[in-house]
């Protein structure tokens, strides 16, 4: 199935995956839309099927109007390996150019549950972050097929070149091109020298450059999150301040109107790329909190998180024993759990949702944490206030509510130390401390694989 792909390719030069036939993890099947600038420029659809990423390449890219059919011509097909692939196939390699993450999701069959990739047609429905809904591929002659948006809630006008920048990264084609984190230099920074961290001798220019460093891992969980920030304007972590509403007129920060219970209107705001991330930086901005849901869908969550809180009297055993229970009953629930330092007192877990309400959201994170209560009366309670958490750990879910945050993954806690609320791996639970990743020894980590690589597939 894959001998194609393979044979077109010289692995000592390209740095695309090698196509290796594998069975996915996920009962869930996946898709893939990639922008692809080689000697002409396109897209490219992919989906997989029986193991692999069966491909075709779009010349105008999908369109959101039903009376749009656009020509699809199937491709190789190409490994399951090729959905995480971003970057620049060499001159001289087959499909020369820069290939942009355009967009990831999943994908099913409608009507007709067996799928046929040699005669079609192929009826099936995309829920990804720029597309969703209800979609055809039509066969006419050959390799030539129509790709077609169906009728449903999600048709619109909304044309493609609107959409310039990878989902998973945030960067340009551009910027893929020069592999470069994008950085508008533009941006100036005050003050470089100012001490933030007094005791570790961190400036707000080491910030700026940690954040810098990780803007593609932090990104895709900033990408059109509502969030809030806490601000150390004077260099004293005593004098910190929470930043929810809007005061900016970069371009690279967007806004949302949020109306409350009251009927209240007030703009929140979210990060649209990296520079985005560093002119917060530049304004004092070092620590960030984000919505369990994106400014886009406001009403669908599609994290859940679990943010356990032990009281001070606790020891780490005690802390690791609530992850461990936790993550018992989610695996037996068959939901998928990552794990993050909270740069604090505890750990964080999140749990990737396929779009829900909040109301639904709160009810699971609610459920699950009483059921742990329920099996430890002794050692667990979901009750806010602090004269009933003695000896307890607090299994703080109320962060599934329309409205209220958590901590980013990689986000910097402006507490003593200059701790990050960094992902780790599960196996990493019993030798990592809640405060023991910095900003000055992060970069060892950031060397290795990235144990959240696959979170939001």
């Not at 890219?61 to 009376?67: E, M």
């Not at 304007?233 to 967007?254: A, Q, R, V």
């Not at 690791?320 to 989610?330: P, W």
């Amino acid at each position: 199935m894959l001998e194609d792909y393979n044979k077109k390719r010289d692995f000592n030069k390209t740095k695309e995956p090698k196509g290796i036939k594998k069975k996915s993890t996920s009962k869930k099947l996946k898709f893939i839309i990639q922008h692809h600038l080689a000697t002409k420029d396109h897209y490219d659809f992919r989906l997989e099927y029986n193991g692999v990423l069966v491909s075709f390449a779009v010349p105008k890219g999908p369109s959101f109007k039903t009376t749009d059919k656009r020509l699809a011509v199937k491709v190789e097909d190409h490994p399951l390996s090729y959905a995480n692939f971003e970057g620049t196939i060499p001159q001289g390699e087959y499909g020369a150019g820069t290939v942009m993450l355009f967009d990831v999701g999943t994908w099913e069959p409608y009507k007709n549950k067996s799928v046929d990739f040699k005669k079609g047609p192929v009826k099936f429905t995309l829920n990804g972050s720029r597309f969703k809904g209800k979609w055809a591929l039509i066969k006419f002659k050959d390799n030539n097929w129509l790709l077609i948006k169906e009728k449903d809630q999600f048709v619109s006008n909304t044309k493609i070149e609107k959409y310039k920048t990878s989902i998973k990264t945030g960067r340009t084609m551009q910027e893929i091109k020069d592999n470069i984190t994008p950085i508008d230099n533009s941006i100036e920074l005050t003050n470089p020298k100012k001490i933030i961290f007094k005791k570790e001798g961190i400036t707000k220019e080491d910030i700026f450059n940690y954040y810098k460093s990780i803007g593609d891992k932090m990104m895709p969980f900033l990408d059109n999150r509502l969030i809030s920030t806490v601000r150390c304007p004077n260099g004293n972590l005593k004098e910190t301040f929470y930043m929810k509403h809007l005061n900016t007129d970069s371009k690279d920060i967007g806004k949302k109107k949020i109306t409350g219970k009251n009927n209240e209107e007030s703009y929140y705001y979210y990060i649209k790329n990296i520079n985005g991330l560093l002119s917060e930086v530049q304004m004092n901005s070092y620590e960030y909190h984000i919505w369990g849901s994106k400014q886009n869908s406001i009403k669908k969550p599609d994290i859940l998180v679990f943010d356990l809180d032990p009281d001070e009297n606790l020891s780490l055993k005690n802390v690791r024993a609530c992850v461990k229970d936790l993550k018992s009953i989610l695996d037996k629930l068959h939901l998928k759990s990552y794990l993050k330092t909270s740069g604090g007192k505890g750990y964080h877990v999140y749990v990737p949702l396929k779009r829900t309400s909040w109301k639904e959201c709160e009810k699971i994170a609610s459920s699950i944490s009483d059921l742990m209560v329920l099996n430890n009366p002794d050692k667990y309670t979901t009750n806010m206030r602090k004269n009933k958490r003695e000896k307890k750990i607090f299994i703080d879910y109320f962060r599934n509510k329309e409205g209220a945050t958590s901590v980013a993954p990689y986000s910097l806690r402006l507490k003593s130390g200059a701790s990050i609320s960094c992902p780790i791996k599960w196996s990493e639970l019993d030798t990592i401390k809640p405060k023991d990743i910095t900003i000055k020894n992060i970069s060892t980590r950031l060397k290795r694989k990235n144990p959240w690589a696959d979170f939001f597939n």
